[in-house]
């Protein structure tokens, strides 16, 4: 363990993270503390895990076969008081979603949180949380879709793995290719974290990649550019995808993501669903794949379309972010994704 102190000008606190820390695995700056993956540890039958609603609200009949699956699967399901609450789209005022969540970080004996949904709302109050206890006592932040604000700003200020996977409002009680990957990844069955393989499109970029994973929805990447929570790219594997949007604003969001140098000096680029694209009466002209491939046209890493990961239902599988995987692209055969 290496601990540092710095006077830093607070605008330029990861410019000096970058250059002073360098690649140190472990690190503690003015008590605030980065680990690796080999402080998060598989769960366990019995051990203890909350749902959280950082987001949009829910309800409990929305939550009850999610509630049933995490007991099913030898669980103790901590449901705070409050969860239910409800300000317009929102589960509660900021400060009552932030005290609920603030709770379960601080709380060493809860092993993994569950944000319940995304819809918006996270970004509201990532600010507003105390992450010290969490970098004291790591523990799994489950989620997709807006809880990519949580994904990107623990990676960027911690370091620590999170786990980019279904969540309780898409859980109704049976077991689907997307609650089978989650299960598995968090009991480490079988002992691998992750290993895909999936069909080939023709628009792929053949290649191979060894390198940490991040990312998630486009559209929460490109909402956090130029925050403490915009995350660090260079020399990693980025996954994207999205759900519901217009054409023209696929091509805004990644020529935003490309000028802001989050393309440049990839390892490689994983595209998940882009679900439910709609276009204009007048076409835009392109799919959101060929977006996507036009952006990052004049580099040479391996691009990937049609990765299971994101809005698509029952197969969203569960990939962990800030754990390094390997990534073999091809055009022809089955792609994969795996890290033993």
Known sequence: MYTICILYDKGDIWGLFDRVLGGMQYFSVCGVIGVGMEKMDYLKQGDRVALAAPARAVSREEMAPAIAMLEGWGLQV?????????????????????????????????RAIFCCRGGYGTVRIVDRLDYSR?????????????????????????GLPTLHAVMPINMHGEETPATRTLHDFLFG???????????????????????????GNLSILYSLLGSPSQVDTRGKILLIEDLDEYLYHIDRMMLGLKRAGMLEGLAGLMVGGLTDMHDNTVPFGRTAEQIVLDAVAEYRYPVCFGTPFGHLGDNNLAIPLGVKCSLEVSNSKKCRIFAP
């Open 78 to 110: 901590v449901v705070p008081e409050g969860l239910y609450e409800m300000e317009g789209q929102l589960a509660g005022s900021d400060g009552h979603r932030t005290t609920l969540l603030q709770r379960l970080l601080d709380d060493a004996d809860i």
């Open 134 to 158: 969490l970098a004291e006592h790591p523990k799994w932040i489950v989620g997709y879709s807006d809880i990519t604000v949580l994904h990107s700003h623990i990676h960027r200020l911690l």
């Open 189 to 215: 069955i079988d002992g691998d974290f992750v290993d895909y393989e999936w069909a080939p499109t023709a628009l792929n970029r053949a290649g191979t990649a060894h390198a940490e994973v991040v990312g």
